[in-house]
């Protein structure tokens, strides 16, 4: 861990107020980032962290507070005005136009190039930075045909491309695997080493402890804990400190025989939104209270593999069996009636009707069936009871049923997916990152939920790329790479695992290798 051997600050933040209506967001904060330093900044979801980095971001105005940027006041009355200072910030929710190309969105707001562009000469440096720092990705593809993982590596090339002295990274190793995490934390220790300075915020406890040279901790918008040696700290403190309680860090799960087979996916093939394969050869099966972990590097077929069993997404060849049924193809309201429940990566775009209330939100699987219909009308009596007895139920805070779900914190959204998906009793749950952009003690929420299901007998396949979790939670974990699944392990080998995500054991086996353990329960082809 490097000491910071210069006290000159690159950022103050002293006494930050913000409130939107009926809630101060940010309480008089403080805030100092060290030259050349990596200051973690950590909280639970709702604690004020991304409101706070906002304001340093441009994007909102304080109510009271002083920003001092490279010892002047800094007056920063949007990004523009950030970026001019130095100050880049990689977004959690993504600021992508998905109509233009990787590379388009990464030149949108630069003052270069002006009239001409030779986009050609632009791919080629985007493609050439993102092999730089392990975050390749097309640059000529739109946005829209990308993955969410593929989409943050964008947010992060764009900061990278301007070249920011102060760059605030939000969640940015929620998509990488072990060895992309270990090369991009290089990256960041050599920019540290160049004198730029850079706040991590990260649920990823044990990152901090690695990257941070310092962490401020915020609770409810206010400091519990202000610039803290890591040295001087633990990972169990620094949870005690975000969410005001002991957290378990590893859940305990039951030992049960699984039942039977509840998901067959049958030598399935299908092509992602650019018409390239994304699935090749794809089989597996997923018993009755059973979770199936499936490990990969974002971008490899997780999102089409869950759309092709949730029926989103036709397979051009191969089929899928729920429960001794053959599904149709493309037929997601067959696999709901089947009893598929699906938490689908994206919370905002996918998971949810973000303008409309919890209340609808809630009731979109039951609307058609009693006691919530009345004929072809909504009972909305019953519908408000429903919703208000799913909120009490799965701990959503909000403040009534009538708040639209954009309102919502990540943990509390995903919590209202999940009360959604699991009110229905399903056979079968498809979680995809179902813990991703959650605090500690929302993850901790989420996971007992799944292994809740689990033990009432529901087949879990679980599409992670917290290799932590998967082992956690998992009876098996299954790796996928280009579309392939390449190897079965049902013990805890990271190494492994993290090769065969990145390929490096793909295609040098006819038969399983030794390293892939194959799980006790796979006795039925």
């Not at 999102?303 to 069996?321: D, S």
Request: net charge negative; with cysteine; glycine share 8%.
């Amino acid at each position: 861990m490097q000491e910071a051997v210069n006290a000159t600050y690159a950022v103050q933040m002293r006494g930050i107020v913000k409130r939107f209506p009926g809630v101060v967001a940010v309480d008089r904060v403080d805030l100092d980032l060290r030259t050349s330093e990596i200051h973690a900044l950590l909280g639970e979801n709702g604690a004020g962290k991304s409101t706070l980095m906002n304001v340093l971001a441009g994007l909102y105005r304080q109510e009271e507070g002083t920003i001092i940027v490279h010892d002047s006041v800094a007056d920063l009355r949007s990004p523009r005005d950030a970026i001019e200072r130095g100050i880049g910030m990689v977004h959690q929710h993504f600021m992508l136009v998905p109509s233009q190309t990787v590379t388009e969105n990464i030149l949108l707001g630069l003052d270069e190039p002006r009239f001409f562009v030779r986009l050609a000469d632009y791919d080629q440096r985007v493609s050439e930075l993102g092999e730089r720092f392990g975050l390749q990705v097309d640059p000529k593809a739109r946005i829209w045909q990308l993955s969410v993982g593929e989409q943050q590596r964008v947010e992060i090339l764009k900061m990278l491309y301007r070249g920011a002295d102060v760059l605030i990274m939000d969640e940015p190793t929620a998509v990488l695997a072990p060895q992309e995490i270990e090369e991009l934390f290089y990256v960041l220790r050599a920019m540290r080493s160049q004198g730029k300075s850079i706040i991590f915020i990260s649920h990823k406890l044990g990152e901090v402890m690695s990257i941070a040279d310092r962490v401020t901790v915020l609770r409810k918008g206010r400091l519990t804990a202000s610039a803290l040696d890591v040295t001087a700290t633990s990972s169990a403190e620094l949870a005690r400190l975000m969410v005001g309680r002991e957290v378990l860090f590893r859940i305990e799960k039951s030992e049960q025989e699984p039942g039977e087979v509840v998901l067959s996916v049958e030598d399935v093939h299908t092509l992602n939104d650019r018409g390239l394969p994304a699935l090749c050869g794809l089989s597996l099966q997923v018993r009755s209270g059973e979770i199936v972990g499936v490990a990969g590097v974002a971008g490899n077929g997780q999102r089409e593999l869950a759309e092709v069993i949730t029926g989103l997404r036709p397979c051009t060849a191969g089929g899928v069996v729920i429960h001794g049924k053959q599904m149709s193809r493309g037929s997601a309201s067959e696999a709901s009636a089947q009893g598929v429940a699906h938490v689908p990566e994206d919370r905002i775009g996918m998971g949810c009707a973000p303008n409309l209330s919890l209340a609808d939100n809630l009731i979109m699987k039951r609307y058609r069936r009693p006691p919530l219909a009345r004929g072809w009308a909504i009972d909305r009596s019953a519908a408000r009871q429903w919703a208000s007895r799913m909120k009490d139920e799965y701990s959503i805070l909000a403040p009534s049923i009538d708040t639209p779900a954009r309102m919502l914190s990540g943990g509390n959204l995903q919590r209202m997916i999940l009360a959604r998906e699991i009110s229905t009793m399903p056979r079968l749950l498809v979680a995809v990152q179902p813990t991703r952009g959650l605090d500690v003690g929302a993850i901790e929420g989420v996971q007992r939920l799944l292994l809740a299901q689990r033990e009432a007998g529901a087949a879990i396949l679980l599409i992670s790329e917290e290799l932590d979790e998967l082992f956690a939670l998992s009876d098996r974990v299954v790796v996928l790479y280009e579309g392939e699944i390449v190897g079965e392990l049902t013990e805890e080998d990271r190494e492994t695992v993290g090769l065969m995500m990145t390929g490096q054991l793909h295609g040098e086996r006819a038969d399983p290798p030794a390293v892939a353990l194959t799980s006790p329960w796979s006795g039925s082809p």
